[in-house]
Structures are given as structure tokens and as C-alpha cells.
């Protein structure tokens, strides 16, 4: 009975947590933590050992069936156990016999004979002779103080109410006879490698000093694995093997600890020297570094790298490890990040195509049917990458033999997982790989619909959908058969399973509705599957929720389908799903309502719908008016026309209701941006009666506190500049917007501040040309000294808005600004070309072309030609790109001259920075223009091309490149005898062998193919083919064979005559192909 | 791409008929010879690009394009590509990521590691 008083201890809800948080041990080391953090339960069980030993095929079948033997027993005596639980009362103790070791599969059946008679001698004495003295002599009973601990004397010693406790299961008394079972507990804890008086040395002296120079770290894990580099004995008393493998370990430690150049070093002669080293020395090392669980991220990343370069270097070698690379390398198939799973992808991939299929279906077939769920999904995943590489074709037979399993389910199961894992590997809507075998995958599905198993039948139905959904539109031929037994299951099943086949056949639909063969079905089918959904509206479980709603995003509903639509689908699901609730559920779900109202509205009536989710924008859940918005945006950009019909009335309501969530939102979000944007540009010039209302809550939050607020509103004006000016006839009001912005370019904190010259930009844009000119407060004039200063802002943001809008200046109104200011900022630009961000870069380089055409190019290049001399080669590159567009826009003869007249300068750097200006304004002009330079260049490229330095030699081949190519089909004779000229300077560069050169060079040459003909370029390389020796002959074959790939057809007629050249001197014969009328 | 980073592989099966696109950062960008001038003629890429997972993505550098591909642009090949007839080559899709990009992945997601100490990812 329950007691109502004298309760005076604190509650028990309160003691159990407190309990809780005392358990819980704070102390914890980062590390551990982090661990904790990062991988989810699922996933620690990537923390295996990994098995080294080589077993066949049959030995793992029967290790696999003893674990699945021994599971069912555990469950069997588990059930048993609590059976008995629950029917005897606890009073009674349970036996104190230890329980017994079940027979494990290695041990002999001789050793556990005789380890049960043992047992049983035991129990014989122990039951025999039940007086102290036996039991002392056997010494298992502790003494203290000389009192031996029976249970008789601990009744007498301690009070009554004591009961003795049964030891735990699977506890076994030490028995000091036995010796010491080492094999068995190598589970959890470190385990010392098997040269021990080694590494237990290391363990003992500490381990400060690095084994190996260029290493960035050496932690305490590495010495498990690397703890032989630190005493290597003198060279002379090892081996030959044991050195290697020394090298290789050496090698290892850097490419994982190393520096960068350290790294990519060694990681280039380990794969150099793969097949030296032996695939057996290199994978005993890395594979089990790569399951040390507190190894970082980067460097299992970069030891991944490492094997999946082996693998290509060992191929078929590789046959023997599969087993162990795939356990080392499956788990990351499932891991969060969808780099690293793209990654374990590949490898799987090639190793497979290493291996081969024969050898990857017996080392994965054990564990088809493993007890452990875990290495199922993963055996899935892995069966599916084998069945994507391979091809359908191959595996398919395979397949057929595991779904027709009679074993036990879970074969099956994880058969059909595969199909679904491959549909989902091969992506959405992407079944041409499928489709050619769709028929045949279904019918091997048919049967397992109605699996005795309700895992099977579940996976079965998500499986077809997955089917369904890759091969749509197509293929309802195939699904025909298994329409019935599906739709049979809709009634059979609740819950999950239920929610599965719902899945099935809402994405088996489209399929019909897309053959105008099965309309009926169609029809019949959508109607009725609309009940079904309708009563499942309320359900509260997640999953169905979500699957109801992809559902009916791809129903194919419609007014004449669905009569009265309104009471049967519009409302419930605006009563089921548009509540705060879901507004508070993750994005995934809220991104499938936007999606599914905006079908429905789509498919009814769009207004009313509209008309509906507008009122929501103005709910006082932040949430839901964020959904509402989303919602909004998606309907009026998707279908902007509809909103023709809308009447003053809603068109008033709608922008109210956007502009009112936008002023209430207290998390900022792009999404209110988008909603201004999607509606501006579907209402247009509608906007402008409500366009002062935006305005002035736009200018009223611009003086907010808050940094945020004053960013959104600045893009926002940013966004609806071009709006503004469609709306009104003059400029003024955008000149008024101007003048504000200008006004608030003090701004301190840089995002704002970059959003601020970004809306100045957009509304500078907007206006007139002609406005520009007149514009007094603030001038032109007045806008860009301002800017000045602000190119120094060391925010890349800021940096790349500023130099935007320069140029646009540049570019408007170029005009009213003096010289002196535009050189002023060129000086500026030079230094933002050393920014880390390509985009900026390449905005200042666009700027230098527009401030080069306003004040004319002399000044300009000038001050370019000067920074060629500067160190960083980044810096040059850019000066040249500049030189290359200034020169562009104000025409080649302004420039060239200069240019050129620079090279004479006797400084590498400088002449390099000349040819790359060179290469890129031919690679700007166009055929024309370029033609009439072609006399001027040459004398200079001349000289680049017999010049000692190699980048002398390719930026030349890159230029003629880019001439060549030009001037395809504009050229007469004349021109050509340049380019000949230029072929007999390139053709001796075809020997180099620095890669960077050697495909400039090959490049430059297929450039003069291109523009000379196949004719004379030939000639120039018959004689290289047959050369005798094999360094001369491969290079000419190479470019032999890029001819061949653009020209063969042209090829034929300029075969050499080799006939000619032993036969009479004259000769009448005349070929086909010579004859001319 | 792929004439920058050598170890970048192109899909090269035969193109179909969607378009290639890319990111706004790749832009103007030539996908063979990562030109920025004279864009001549529209990428096709082969139908298994088109679809799957990599439908809104990026095809030169993977970026995300948006849900519908909303901030995809269509690529072009450069006119020098055009005239080498390099653009009949095959699709020019980049299928795998490149060891420059996920190295860099990993420095970030170490540097991030770092500076929380090792609190958050």
C-alpha cells in the first residue's frame, strides 16, 4: 500500500536523476568526447579487429553458421531466462553455478570434452565433501584477517537481510590450474603487437623524439604501429624483407604524419614502388592503422587516398587482401559525410574491377546471412557499388540465387536491399542502367510482396517504389503483375509496412498516368489511393506523414478526378499539416509541404489556395509564417502567370502579408529576400501602388541597431532597384535611394557595408544614363573619390562589391571623373590583384580594361609593365591577364608596341610576362584582327622559341596556339609561310619532358594541324614514326595520334608512296585519288 | 577543370540532349580547356549526368546549383575547343572528386576541429 506520510526523503523522480548525473562521469578526456559527438551508435562499430589470418571459403561458411547457431541459442536462453523471471518470485537466489562456456568454434570437441569432464570432477567433489577444510585446500575461499569467508561465517558476521548476489552472466572464476586464455580478450582493449619486448621498451622510455625527420606530429597511438622505427638495429643485421618492410613503414609514417611536401613525396614513391614493396607488407600496415579509432579524420582521409592509389598499382594482386580492404573500408559507406562516402564508393569500385566478380562474390557471400544487421546493410551497399561497376547483366544471376534463399530471411533481405541501395546509388530518375532489366527484377520481387517475414515484405515494397521512382516515366509494363498483390498489402498492413506500400504504388502511378494505355488504371487507382491517404492524415507517426506528402506531390490529381476535392483532400490536409507543428519540424518535412501545397494548388484552385496560406503569414508563430513565405515564394515563382487573375483585394493582401512577416522576423533568413524577389517578379508593374509602403519599411529598418537588419534591407533595396524603375517614370525616387545609400557608406561592420555598395550598385544600374550626368546630390563625382578609401577594406566582400561598382562607373560614366582619380585608383587595383579570390581578381582585371578605355591605354599599361617586375608570380599573371584586356578593348596597335619594346628588357620574369600578355590578347582578338599582326609578332617569338629558358619556349607555343587556331580559314599562302616558320621552331620542342611544356607543346602543334592542313603537317612527322629509336618514335605517334582522332578521313590521301620508292624511276601509274578533271 | 587537376576524370559517354550547367564561379568557363573567352557552342551532357545525384550539381566543380538548378548557368565550350573539335569528345561531365578539393574538406573540417577544440564539427 502506498504510504501518504512520513515521506520525508526527496522524491524519487529526483534521486533518479540526480543518481543519473553522479554516474555520469564528468572527467571525461576530449578526445573521448569527441568521439562520442561525432559517431553515432551505429557507427562505433566501425572499431572491429581485423582478421589477418587467411581462411577459405568453406571455413568462413561454417564460422558464419556457428554465429548464427550461437545467436539463436542466446535468444532462446535469453527468453528462457526471463520466463522463469517472471514466474518464480526473487526471493529465491538463483543457482551460483558459473555459467558454462558454450562449445566455441575454436576450440576442438576433444578440448571441450575434456573441459566438461573437468567440470563435472569439480562439481562431484565439491557436492562429496562440503566441509572447510576441502574447500580451503582448494584455495576458493579468500581469508581474511584468518577468517576464511564461507558463506556460514558471513551469515554470522554481517546482519540478516543480506542476499547473496549471483554473479553476473558470463563470468568465469579465474582458475589458477588453467593457464591464462590470451586469445579471448583481445576485444576492447589495446593489444600489444606481437613483437613485445620491442615495443614494451618504447612504452617505457618516452616518446618525445621523432623516429623519422619531416614528420609535422607523433602521437602516442602511432607508437602501436610505428614502434619499431624508433630502434632500428644497425643496417647491417637485417634482412632483406625485414628492411623493406622497415622502408614501407617509414614511408607510411610520413605520408600520415608528415608535412605537406613530406607527404606527397612519399605518398609518390610508395605508389612508385607499390609492386616492390608487395601488396602483402604495405596492407599489414596501413589496414590496421586505418581501424584505429582515435585516428583523425585528415589522416585516415589521406591514408584512404594512399590505397586507393595502391590499388590501381597492384590490380589483380590485390586478390588475397579483398576481404580485409572491404571490412576496412565498407563502414565509410555509411558515414555522415557525403565526401567520405563518395570516396569509399570509388575505391569499392576499382577494387572490384580489380578483383574481379568471381573473387568479390565468395569473400562477400558469408556474410549475406551474418547475424548482425549492421554488416548486412553494409554487405548491401558494397553488393550494390560491385553490381553498378560490373554491370546488371553479370550480376544478375547472382542475384536471382540469393532472393530464392530458402535459409532464412535474412539472405533474402538483404538481396532485395541490394536493388534498393543500387537504384539509390544510381540516383534519382536515372534507370537507364535498370530499365533493360526491369522485367526481370520485378518478377524476382513478386514473390517476396507476400514473404512470410515482415522485414522482407517491407524492404520488398520500398524496393519497388525506389524502382518505380528511377525508371519514370517508363516502364509500367513491367510493374503491371505486381499492381494486385501490392494493393492487397495496403489492406493487410499498419504502421511502417503500411506506410511502404503506400510508397510503392504512389510512385508506381506517374508510370501509369504517363502511358495513355493504363488511363484506367490511372484513374482507378489515384482515386482510390486518395481515400487511403485521406484517413491516414491524422496520423501521427513521422514517417507516414512524410511519405503521405511525397506521395501526393507526385499524384496526378485533377478537378474532373477528384470532385469534391475540397472536403476531401484541400481541407484535411490544410487541417493535418499546416499547423504549428509541422512549421517546427525539420526542413526536410517542411520542404515536402511547401512542395505538396504547391502541387495541390497547382492542380485546384491556385488563388484560393494562395488566398489560404496567405492568412498564415501573418500567424504569430514565427515558424509557420517562415513556412507560409517559403510556401508563397515557391507557388509565385513556379507559376507566375496564375497570379493574373488575382483581384486588388488578395494582390493587397499578399504583398501585405510578405511584407509584414518580413518586418517581424527576429531570425533572418534569405528566404524573406526571395519572397520579395519571386514577387516582383511575377506582379511587375502591379507592384507600384504598395511600392511606397516596401520603401519606407525598407529605410525605416536601414537606421536599426542591429547589423543584420540594416544587411537584409540593403539586399533587399539591392533586389528591387530594377523593380523601382520599371514602376516609376522618372528617377527620382531612385536618385532620393541613392543619396540615403551614399549617406550610409560610413558603415563600420563590412558585411553591411558590402551590402550597402552592392544596393548602390543596383540602384546606379537602374537608372538612367542621362540621370547620371545631371545627378547633383551626390554627384558622380562625389560617389567614386568615396570609394577610393574603401578598396584598402580588408573584407573580400567589400573588396569585390567596391570594384564592381568602380567599374560600373567606369563604364556609365566615365566622363566627369579626371584622370588623376582613375590612375589613382589603378594604383589601388594593382594591389588587389594579390587578393586570394579568384572572383576579385578577376574584377579588378575587368575594371583595368573599362578605366583603360576611358583615359586611354598609355598611362595604364605603363603602370603595368612596371609591376612585371615584381617577385610573385600570381601578381605578374595577373598584370599580363590586365595587360592582355586593356589592350583588347583599346585596340591591339595602342598597347603592342609598348608591350614588346618591354621584352627587350633582359629579365626572365619580365620576358615571360610579355609572351603571357602576348598569348592572352591572341587569345582574345578575334581571326581578323589577329591576321594583321602576324608580321609584327614574329620576330620576337622567333626569339622566344630559340631561347634556352623552357617557359620562354611554351608561353610562345601557347601563343602561336591561340594565333593558329584564330586565324583558321583566314589565311592565304603568305600567312602560312608564317605559321611554317613557326612549325620548324616548335618541332624540335616535341623531346621535352616536363609535363607542364610537353602538352603546351603537343597543343601548339595540333593548333598549326588545325590551321596548315593535314597535308603539309604530315610531312613533317612520317619520318619521326619509323624512326629506330623508341624515344624518338613515341612522341611523333602521339601527335600522329591526335591527328588521327580529328582527321582520318583526311589521312588516307596523304599516305606516303612507299611503292614509288623502290620501283622504275618512272613510273605512269596514277591513283584514284590524284585524278583531276 | 580537368586540364588543371590532372587526377579529375571526365565522363566522356556519349552526350545526350540536356544541358551542361554550371555554378555562377564557373561561369564563362570553357569545360575542357578552362578558357574564359569567345563561348561558342552549348555543353551537352550524356543522360546518366543529367539524372541521379549529380542532376543539380555543378558540372565542372560538383557545386550545389539549387534545388531546380535555379543558379545554374548553361556552359559553353570555348571557340579554340570548337575548331580542335574537342567538344565532340563525349560528356564532359567531371565524375569524381578530385583529391585537391577533398583535401581541402578535411583541412577545413580539421581547422573547424580545432579552433571549437574539438567541441563541434
Known sequence: MKKSIGNYSIPPELNKQLQKEFAKDVSLPTSEIKSNILKNDYQKRYNQTIDFSEKTYKQLMNERNLEREEKRVDKLIKEK?????????????????????????????EEYLKQKADQEEQALVQKTTSDLLQKLKEGKVPIINGIPLTDEILDKILPSGYVKVAPPVGYNQVDDNLSPDIIATTDDYYTIPANEDVTSKIMTTESADMPVKGLEFFKSEDVKYFGRLMNVDEENEQDADTKKEIQAMKLILKVKNGSQITRKRSMRSLTDNANKFGPKVLLNQILPILLEPNLEPQERHILVKLLSRLLFQFDELIRPHTHQILQVISPLLIDE?????????????????????????????????????????????????????????????????????????TARHTGIKIIQQLCILLGNGNGSSISPYLTQLVEMLKPTITDESLQVRTITALTLSQLAENVTPYGIESFETILEPVWFGIRKHRGRALAAFLKCIGNIIPLMYYNSNYEEFSNYYTRELVNVLAKEFTSPDEDMRRTILRIIIKLPLSRKLNENYNSQIVKPFFNAFWNRRTASDNTQTTRLVVDATTH???????????????????????????????????MISTYPDELIGLDSQSELQLVDGIVYAFQQQTVHHRIYLQAFDSLAKSLNVRLKPHLNSII????????????????????????????????????????????????????????????????????????????????????????????????????????????????LIAKKNPETINAKEWM??????????????????????????????????????????????????????????????????CSPFTVLPAIMNEYRIPEKNVQNGVLKAIS?????????????????????????????????????????????????????????????????????????????????????????????????????????????????????????????????????????????????????????????? | MSRHQYDLIQCMKQPGKSVGLVCPQCDGKCPICDSFVKPTAKVYICHDCSLGHLYNKCITCSNYLGDNCESGVPAYYCLECVRQEKHREGCPRIVNIGSLKSDMIFRKKKEATKSTNGLLR
Open chain 1, 81 to 109: 531466462q526471463e520466463s522463469e523471471t517472471a514466474t518464480t518470485s526473487t526471493t529465491v537466489a538463483p543457482s551460483n553455478e558459473p555459467r558454462t562456456r558454450k562449445k566455441r568454434w575454436d576450440v576442438t570437441p
Open chain 1, 337 to 409: 559525410d557525403s565526401t567520405i562516402r563518395l570516396e569509399a564508393r570509388e575505391i569499392i569500385s576499382s577494387l572490384t574491377k580489380a578483383a574481379g566478380l568471381a573473387n568479390i562474390l565468395s569473400t562477400l557471400r558469408p556474410d549475406l546471412d551474418n547475424v548482425d544487421e549492421y554488416i548486412r546493410n553494409l554487405t548491401a551497399r558494397v553488393f550494390a557499388i560491385v553490381a553498378n561497376t560490373l554491370g546488371l547483366k553479370t550480376f544478375l544471376p547472382f542475384l536471382k540465387a540469393v532472393l530464392k534463399s530458402k535459409k532464412n530471411w
Open chain 1, 696 to 807: 519606407s519599411s525598407i529605410l525605416y529598418r536601414m537606421k536599426n541597431n542591429v547589423a543584420e537588419i540594416r544587411q537584409q534591407s540593403s539586399d533587399l533595396l539591392s533586389i528591387l532597384a530594377p523593380v523601382i524603375k520599371k514602376c516609376s517614370t522618372d528617377d527620382e525616387l531612385l536618385t532620393k535611394l541613392i543619396l540615403i545609400l551614399y549617406e550610409s557608406l560610413g558603415e563600420v561592420y563590412p558585411e553591411v557595408l558590402a551590402s550597402i555598395i552592392t544596393a548602390l550598385y543596383s540602384c546606379l544600374d537602374s537608372v538612367d544614363k542621362s540621370t547620371l550626368y545631371i545627378m547633383q546630390n551626390p554627384s558622380i563625382n562625389q560617389i567614386l573619390p568615396t570609394l577610393t578609401p574603401i578598396l584598402k577594406n580588408r573584407q573580400e566582400k567589400v573588396q569585390e562589391s567596391c570594384i564592381k561598382l568602380i567599374g
Open chain 1, 824 to 889: 589613382r585608383i589603378c594604383f589601388e587595383l594593382l594591389e588587389l590583384l594579390k587578393s586570394t579570390k579568384k572572383r576579385i581578381r578577376i574584377a579588378a582585371n575587368d575594371t583595368f580594361g573599362y578605366i583603360a578605355k576611358t583615359i586611354g591605354p598609355q598611362d595604364v599599361i605603363v603602370m603595368l609593365l612596371n609591376n612585371l617586375r615584381v617577385q610573385e608570380r600570381q601578381l605578374r599573371v595577373c598584370t599580363a591577364v590586365a595587360m592582355g584586356i586593356v589592350a583588347e578593348t
Open chain 1, 920 to 1077: 592572352f590578347l591572341f587569345e582574345y582578338l578575334d581571326g581578323n584582327t589577329t591576321r594583321d599582326y602576324l608580321f609584327a609578332i614574329t620576330p620576337l617569338l622567333e626569339d622566344a622559341l630559340i631561347d634556352r629558358d623552357l617557359v620562354h619556349r611554351q608561353t610562345a607555343a601557347t601563343v602561336i596556339k591561340h594565333m593558329a587556331l584564330n586565324c583558321v580559314g583566314l589565311t592565304n599562302a603568305e600567312y602560312d609561310d608564317i605559321f611554317i616558320h613557326y612549325l620548324n621552331l616548335i618541332l624540335p620542342n616535341i623531346y621535352e619532358s616536363s609535363p607542364h611544356v610537353i602538352s603546351r607543346i603537343l597543343e601548339s602543334l595540333d593548333g598549326l594541324r588545325n590551321l596548315l592542313g593535314l597535308g603539309v603537317f604530315t610531312n613533317y612527322i612520317w619520318a619521326g614514326l619509323f624512326h629506330p629509336a623508341r624515344k624518338v618514335r613515341t612522341p611523333y605517334w602521339k601527335v600522329f595520334n591526335s591527328a588521327y582522332i580529328q582527321n582520318s578521313d583526311a589521312l588516307v590521301p596523304y599516305y606516303p608512296r612507299f611503292e614509288q620508292l623502290e620501283s622504275s624511276p618512272v613510273d605512269y601509274k596514277v591513283e584514284e585519288l590524284d585524278l583531276f578533271l
Open chain 1, 600 to 634: 495541390l494548388a497547382n492542380k485546384f484552385d491556385f488563388l484560393s489556395l494562395l488566398d489560404h496560406i496567405v492568412i498564415f503569414t501573418k500567424d504569430d508563430n514565427e515558424q509557420l509564417r517562415r513556412l507560409a513565405i517559403e510556401a508563397v515564394n515557391k
